[in-house]
């Protein structure tokens, strides 16, 4: 019979804290092909601003090019980006399809 080793050193485990999430911006992006009324309407619908807010960061994208206009997790940013991407807009006079506003989410940095 071998012999056993009974003054083996005993490790404690290692204390692991979970790591969060990092967040995720919802872009909007300038584009001409819609109104800036759909897009306060957008805003407002998805994002629950009130109209001043709404006009401020449709004006922000349509001048700086885009704008963050939620930032947190992953899902609920896919979530709000497929409600951005269910809402569109018809050309009054042609009745086009515009589709919907452009838009993308990314990780934040």
């Known amino acids: 019979m071998l012999p056993v080793n ?45 109209t001043e807010k709404a006009f401020e960061m449709m004006m922000h994208a349509h001048e700086k090019g885009e704008v963050i206009a939620w930032t947190g997790s992953k899902e609920v940013a896919e979530h709000k980006y497929e409600m951005l991407q269910s809402l569109r807009e018809k050309h009054w006079q042609s009745g086009r399809d515009l589709g919907p506003v452009r838009c993308r989410i990314e990780a934040a940095r």
């Open 6 to 50: 009974t003054t083996a050193p005993v490790v404690a485990p290692e204390k692991t804290r979970p790591q969060a999430m990092p967040p995720w911006h919802v872009i909007v992006e300038n584009d001409e092909d819609h109104s800036m009324g759909f897009v306060m309407e957008t805003l407002m619908k998805v994002f629950r601003f009130a």
